[in-house]
């Protein structure tokens, strides 16, 4: 698995982005996918996951606006960031982890693949 992020970009406060994260290995399928981000100055912390039976995790600040799939066919994952707000604000990973078909973790720690980070950036 070698993860590529993209569409990372600069948006105003309420506006919607999307974020991308291919496989160019193409085998996706069989992991768990995870979103983090970095803000300046602060720990990466967990965004959202989803499996590769298809549960879905997400992080309290993001809940209700932020929506993670995956595309099997095209080895990619996706993140819908919806009212976005300056605190969403940072880079963004997508990281990638082998595991049980319903396990994600919140953790960092246990993903084994990262892609190179997306920068969002929302201001007025």
């Not at 506006?15 to 160019?24: A, K, M, N, Q, Y």
């Not at 803000?39 to 879905?56: D, L, M, S, W």
């Not at 300056?86 to 919140?106: F, H, I, K, L, N």
Request: aromatic share 12%; hydrophobic share 30%; net charge neutral.
């Amino acid at each position: 698995v070698q993860l590529q992020a993209s569409g990372g970009g600069l948006v105003q406060p309420g506006g919607s982005l999307r974020l991308s994260c291919t496989d160019s290995g193409r085998t996706l399928s069989g992991y768990t996918v995870a979103w983090f981000r970095q803000a300046p100055g602060k720990e990466r912390e967990f965004v959202t996951a989803i499996t590769a039976g298809g549960g879905t995790g997400y992080a309290d600040s993001v809940k209700g606006r932020f929506t993670i799939s995956r595309d099997n066919a095209k080895s990619t994952m996706y993140l819908q960031m919806n009212s976005l707000k300056p605190e969403d604000t940072a880079v963004y990973y997508c990281a990638a982890v082998q595991t049980g078909p319903y396990t994600y973790y919140s953790s960092d720690e246990p993903y084994h693949v990262w892609g190179q980070g997306t920068l969002v950036t929302v201001s007025s």
